[in-house]
């Protein structure tokens, strides 16, 4: 029997339509088209079924490996890489102006 979770990989603020889209099977983007449309319709109160949702379904069990600072952001932000050493100019001898 299929429960329904908070997505662990899709999820823009909390994961709750992330993990609406994953438990009925159809595409978050469409979901969250959804949503948009009726926050501005003002059916209901959309904002504080939001917030009744993320507080009533529970986090994924966390079978799989380690979350990464993405799962919780909703982005992923790679690590700069490391800065190779500064090459030290060569001093120039020749006060050779004759091409000016």
Same mark, same amino acid.
């Given at each position: 029997m299929k429960k329904l979770y908070k997505s662990k990989d899709d999820r823009m603020v909390s994961g709750v339509i992330g993990g609406i889209a994953e438990y009925f099977g159809i595409d978050s983007t469409l979901l969250r088209l959804i949503y948009v449309v009726v926050l501005f319709?003002?059916?209901?109160?959309?904002?504080?079924? %939001?917030?009744?949702?993320?507080?009533?379904?529970?986090? !994924?069990?966390?079978?799989?490996?380690?979350?990464?600072?993405? +799962?919780?952001?909703? %982005?992923?932000?790679?690590?700069?890489?490391?800065?190779? !050493?500064?090459?030290?100019?060569?001093?120039?001898?020749?006060? +050779?102006?004759s091409d000016f």
């Open positions: 319709i003002g059916i209901g109160s959309p904002v504080l079924l %939001y917030i009744l949702l993320s507080v009533l379904i529970p986090e !994924p069990k966390n079978n799989g490996p380690e979350r990464t600072h993405a +799962d919780y952001n909703g %982005y992923y932000k790679p690590k700069a890489p490391k800065k190779k !050493p500064r090459k030290e100019a060569e001093k120039v001898e020749d006060d +050779d102006w």
